[in-house]
């Protein structure tokens, strides 16, 4: 018989920030103290800018773009940094409305699923935290111990994370029909449109209208440091 699940898009839905933050941290460990104000000041300065014109143009294309940063990075460095990336920036962001609306879904018997564009190592420990049952998410490619800055594949993002919900429903026997969908972005749209029950979180204004046209509930979702996406 057929089961239902509930799948939660991550940054900007379960948690207040995203990918850029993810990475700005662990790089910064990487770099002595005295020169980290320096390099996050450039980061912003010359590279912020670009990243949130490509954003708006295509979440995609910002991935594909973006994780190009982690090129050459050591991968066991950058690994060792993720459980305290977790404590340090996803936890303290974390919606504490989304942990309750998981643990609803949970005790309504439906699978929960993170579709995310984050790297699967680095969400992996939001992931255990939530108590996530699959998470569906990109990896970097590895060479020689470093990271390439390649993708193993498409970026899980638009039309993406609707085909890997798709996919994951027939692996699964899971009745989209009768599942959920949590999403922040006009990005998530596919994936919302892919089950009978979708809902938007803290959306941004395209989303807002498509929600409003859709008929489709919005939730307003707020961190324990009192913090929303920004937008």
């Given at each position: 018989?057929?089961?239902a699940?509930?799948?939660?898009?991550?940054?900007?839905?379960l948690?207040s920030?995203?990918?850029v933050?993810?990475?700005i941290?662990i790089?910064?460990?990487m770099?002595?103290?005295?020169?980290r104000?320096?390099?996050?000041?450039?980061?912003y300065?010359?590279?912020?800018?670009?990243?949130k014109?490509?954003?708006?143009?295509?979440?995609?294309?910002l991935n594909?773009?973006?994780?190009?940063?982690?090129a050459?990075l050591?991968?066991?460095?950058?690994?060792?940094?993720?459980?305290s990336?977790?404590?340090?920036?996803l936890r303290?962001h974390?919606f504490h409305?989304g942990?309750?609306?998981?643990?609803?879904?949970?005790a309504?018997?439906?699978?929960?699923?993170?579709?995310?564009?984050?790297?699967?190592?680095i969400?992996?420990p939001?992931a255990?935290y939530l108590?996530?049952?699959a998470?569906?998410a990109p990896?970097?490619l590895?060479?020689?111990?470093?990271f390439?800055?390649?993708l193993?594949?498409l970026?899980?993002?638009?039309?993406?994370?609707?085909?890997?919900?798709?996919e994951?429903?027939?692996r699964?026997d899971i009745?989209?029909s009768?599942?959920?969908a949590y999403?922040?972005?006009?990005a998530?749209?596919?994936?919302?449109?892919s089950?009978?029950?979708?809902?938007v979180?803290?959306?941004?204004r395209p989303?807002?209208?498509?929600?409003?046209e859709?008929?489709?509930?919005?939730?307003?979702w707020?961190?324990?440091?009192?913090?929303?996406?920004s937008?």
């Open positions: 018989m057929a089961q699940a509930t799948f939660f898009d991550v940054d900007g839905t948690v920030t995203h990918i933050h993810q990475y941290y790089r910064r460990q770099i002595p103290g005295v020169l104000p320096l390099w996050t000041g450039a980061f300065a010359f590279k912020g800018p670009y990243y014109v490509m954003d708006r143009i295509s979440r995609t294309k594909i773009v973006f994780y190009r940063s982690y050459g050591p991968t066991d460095e950058v690994r060792a940094l993720v459980e990336c977790f404590e340090n920036v303290p974390l409305e942990s309750e609306c998981i643990n609803a879904h949970r309504a018997g439906r699978r929960i699923v993170f579709v995310t564009g984050s790297i699967d190592f969400i992996a939001l255990r108590g996530a049952d998470v569906i990896q970097l590895e060479r020689d111990g470093r390439t800055g390649e193993d594949g970026p899980v993002g638009q039309e993406e994370k609707a085909r890997r919900i798709r994951y429903a027939e699964e009745d989209l009768v599942s959920f999403g922040d972005s006009i998530d749209v596919p994936m919302l449109r089950v009978g029950h979708p809902g979180v803290n959306p941004d989303l807002a209208t498509a929600a409003r859709m008929g489709w509930p919005v939730y307003h707020m961190s324990s440091n009192g913090s929303t996406p937008r």
